[in-house]
């Protein structure tokens, strides 16, 4: 197997063998893709959508006995397009289709062939996006290119030397991707779509050639690196948005002409593919409009809005979502409501939410979910919360996807929501309770308490891994050494004598004396304020504060 | 007195003490039980001694009607010199106590006594006591009453709801609060039910909520702010309700011993008879 590599080349067989390869591969570390991005809330979502884009890609190739490479490629190319989730996900399905369209025709590759195809790969992937940055997944397909290259013009050139310095070359641009990038260089990070490619030149080279010296040296060295990064390719100051990816299937689609119009909206702005079928990916703050404009150009698939820094994962709870529920309120409206944490479920519950999907922090659930648990309610009228400021636009979506009236009370936290859910009245028209309910949300100030997941610079904050930092608003404003400290600073700048009551939801990794510290450093610092302690159980955030 | 009938109310009725002897009305006191120890509503121990003692208490003390022997009792003697009488309780969805009196009643021969079960507590029910009294004779009284029962209302915010719920009055889901969150229920007594009118986090946004209320039920023949040791928040409230009122008349009064019980402390009430 081994030796066959090296004496035919690159055919149909092998170059399936090293996507597989590469997709065990990834698929093994994509947690640490995931670990941490530039943001530093427990959440990430890098190596999730790389490796479901990755597997989509592999989807129809699994499938095919194709003796020839370009065969193989083509299958990956188009199942990677349809796949492809999020910023890295889109590059690496260009990277695919530029391989195939430089390898169509062929049925083996030989090293130099192999080569040229990996810095075409690269070449595509720079043409798709609209202002490429340097220190990104982009850099780090140039430079694995330049050294299959350098590599294939060698007098002993293998196809495994050539995957192999492909693998080294991506490595050490990875590496590198700090000191081409500011805020990897503050967030102390290197690039998480660069690593992620990465993986895929590895794991496709240990598929090729399991015992050759030149993996077992490349193994050794390739301890965990830093922290990867998501780095959204032309972010500005301040805005990460919603990320907005669908399809178009149409005819004559004219990709110049749609980018040329989506880039007014947003930023990060890929749209790639062919004329018959078109890949859209943005970071917009008006996902609906980015959605209006492409509808016109043909039918939309695969719409997903949400948030890049989130990890998307869903799970629709059951119980709450209950289709036995009987329609017995008097304004025949129904809630439904994304909550996180076991208690704060039963908070939702027992305030009369009729559905609850579970999530929010870092899985956010699809518009798809809080569909189901809408169309699971015995109401024609449904109020939607989705309690987190990265699942609002796909709340948003829901209001277009069913025949019942769907009203999306925007609130950006559970606090928010649960001050919007006690204003809700039964027996008052949705109307009247959907401006209570907007108006209590708006009232309530949240405090997150977490800890950074690793260091990093943020709105002029230095946050050492590990540190406690406090987010108003969902805003990242203080870091300190332990939860009182951070909820005390965070109290003192809304100005405690304009509020009147604290509830502390408690998380699921506080521990007792960690609240009796919290709670005795509110009623001590700030005697005016009445405390109220309620368990949240919710994940990731040791404590959660609404403000009223 | 010219009046030949007599007018009978009981404690719950928070009957400022001086109507007693201006409009001749007879009170009958419930009473709380603190442990083993009983004290008569508004007789043997003053409403701030009560509130103290509360804050104090570690198992909640619980109240009871009066027997039907004692209003018998009463009736008895006021037999002597009236040709019949009204007795106006709370309403029989919150006590026995109208029971009792019917009862009692009975037990006195040849002694005419109306017991009407007011659908209420509080000061609506010494509003109806003050129109009976004022009434030209027992069916006028009667009467008079019979048709300001529906239009009694009374507008409670609580401070929580563990007074109430731990006394049996009202659960959870009935007060639309069927959350661990401690929520400030506002409730209206009407028409022989409680009901939940509002539910709010706080305090300080909850009282506008129930003038809010209490104003889209305006005009009222009576009104009355009640409170259960928070004078400062019932007058304030009383201020801001005089200047919406044609006589600007407003009455604070405070919350007896038995309601007490089942509102808890920082309870506060507007009270009122619709026009």
Redesign the interface.
């Known amino acids: 197997m081994v030796s066959a590599a090296r004496a035919t080349g690159v055919d149909g067989p092998l170059f399936k063998r090293a996507l597989l390869g590469s997709l065990s591969w990834l698929a093994a570390n994509h947690e640490e893709v995931n670990r941490l991005n530039v943001f530093p809330v427990p959440d990430g979502d890098t190596g999730t959508n790389m490796l479901l884009t990755l597997q989509s890609a592999v989807e129809d190739v699994r499938e095919s006995n194709a003796a020839e490479v370009s065969k193989i490629a083509k299958l990956a190319s188009h199942g990677s397009l349809m796949g492809a989730r999020g910023n890295s996900g889109v590059i690496l399905s260009q990277i695919f289709r530029g391989f195939a369209r430089a390898v169509e025709g062929k049925t083996s590759l030989t090293p130099a062939e192999l080569a040229a195809a990996l810095e075409e790969a690269a070449n595509a992937a720079y043409r798709a996006v609209n202002k490429p940055t340097e220190g990104t997944i982009l850099t780090v397909a140039r430079e694995a290119g330049r050294a299959a290259a350098t590599a294939a013009s060698g007098p002993d050139a293998t196809v495994p030397r050539v995957i192999a310095a492909a693998a080294a070359g991506a490595r050490a641009a990875v590496l590198k991707t700090p000191s081409q990038l500011q805020i990897l260089r503050d967030a102390g990070v290197v690039d998480a779509g660069g690593f992620g490619l990465e993986l895929i030149l590895e794991g496709m080279l240990k598929s090729v050639e399991e015992s050759d010296s030149a993996l077992a040296a490349l193994s050794e060295a390739r301890k965990p690196v830093s922290p990867a990064a998501q780095v959204a390719l032309d972010l500005p100051e301040g805005g990460w948005g919603y990320c907005t990816e669908f399809l178009i299937e149409g005819s004559n689609l004219d990709t110049e002409l749609i980018r040329g119009q989506i880039e007014s909206l947003g930023n990060s702005v890929l749209v790639v593919g062919e004329p018959e079928l078109v890949k859209v990916h943005v970071h917009t703050d008006d996902p609906t409009r980015v959605i209006n404009l492409a509808g016109g150009y043909g039918k939309l698939m695969k719409l997903s809005v949400g948030d890049m820094s989130t990890q998307h994962r869903r799970i629709l709870d059951s119980e709450g979502a209950a289709g036995t529920a009987k329609a017995s309120r008097a304004n025949g409206v129904g809630m439904v409501a994304v909550v996180a944490g076991r ?1 704060m479920v ?2 939702f ?4 939410v009729d559905a609850i999907i579970e999530g929010g922090q870092t899985m956010n659930p699809s518009t798809q979910d809080m569909l189901t648990a809408i169309e699971s309610l015995p109401y024609d009228e449904v109020i939607l919360l989705p309690n987190n400021g990265n699942v609002i636009a796909a709340a948003k979506q829901v209001v277009g996807l069913t025949k019942k009236k769907v009203h999306v009370v925007e609130t950006h936290s559970m606090p928010q929501g ?2 919007a859910v ?1 204003a809700f ?2 027996e008052r028209p949705a109307a009247e309770n959907l401006k209570a309910m907007r108006a209590e949300a708006e009232r309530v100030q949240t405090i997150e308490v977490t800890h950074a997941v690793r260091d990093t610079r943020s709105n002029g904050l230095r946050v050492r891994k590990g540190d406690v930092i406090g987010l108003i608003n969902d805003r990242l404003e203080f870091a300190g050494g332990d939860y009182a400290e951070v909820v005390h600073k965070a109290l003192s700048k809304l100005g405690p004598d304009s509020y ?2 604290v ?1 502390v939801y408690r998380g699921e990794q506080a521990s007792d004396a960690e609240l009796a510290r919290l709670e005795s450093e509110i009623r001590t610092s700030y005697p005016g304020l ?1 405390v ?1 302690v ?2 949240g159980g919710q994940h990731h955030y040791p404590f959660i504060l609404s403000v ?1 | 007195m010219t009046r030949t009938f007599a007018v009978v109310t009981d404690s719950t009725a928070d009957l400022p003490r001086e109507w007693q002897g201006r409009y001749g009305i007879e009170v009958v006191p419930l009473k709380v039980l603190f442990g083993k120890e009983t004290f008569r509503d508004g007789v043997d121990m003053t409403n701030e001694q009560f509130f103290r003692r509360l804050a104090a208490a570690t198992s909640l003390p619980t109240t009871s009607a009066p027997s039907p022997g004692e209003f018998a009792e009463v009736y008895r003697r006021l037999a002597k010199d009236h040709d019949g009488c009204i007795s106006i309780h709370l309403g029989a969805q919150l006590s026995a106590t109208v029971e009792a009196a019917r009862v009692g009643a009975q037990a006195v021969e040849g002694f005419r006594v109306n017991v009407i079960d007011s659908q209420t507590v509080s000061m609506p029910v010494a509003f109806l006591c003050r129109v009976a009294a004022e009434a030209e004779s027992l069916e006028a009284a009667t009467a008079a009453v019979e048709q300001r029962v529906p239009k009694t209302r009374v507008l409670a915010l609580l401070d929580t709801l563990r007074y109430l719920e731990m006394g049996g009055r009202l659960s959870r889901a009935q007060a639309l609060i069927g959350t661990m969150l401690d929520l400030k229920p506002l409730l209206l007594v009407a028409d022989a039910e409680i009901k939940p009118v509002d539910r709010v986090r706080t305090r300080s946004r909850a009282i506008p909520r129930m003038i809010e209320y209490f104003k889209g039920d305006l005009p009222v023949e009576h009104m009355a702010v009640m409170h259960a040791q928070a004078a400062d928040e019932a007058e304030q409230i009383a201020t801001a309700l005089r200047k919406d009122l044609a006589d600007g008349e407003v009455t604070v009064g405070q919350i007896g011993s038995v309601l007490g019980t089942h509102t808890g402390p920082k309870a506060l009430g507007i009270v009122y008879i619709k026009a």
């Open positions: 208690g039963e908070i519950r027992g305030l009369g649960v001050s006690v009245r039964p009147e009551l509830t009445e109220e309620q368990q009223e």
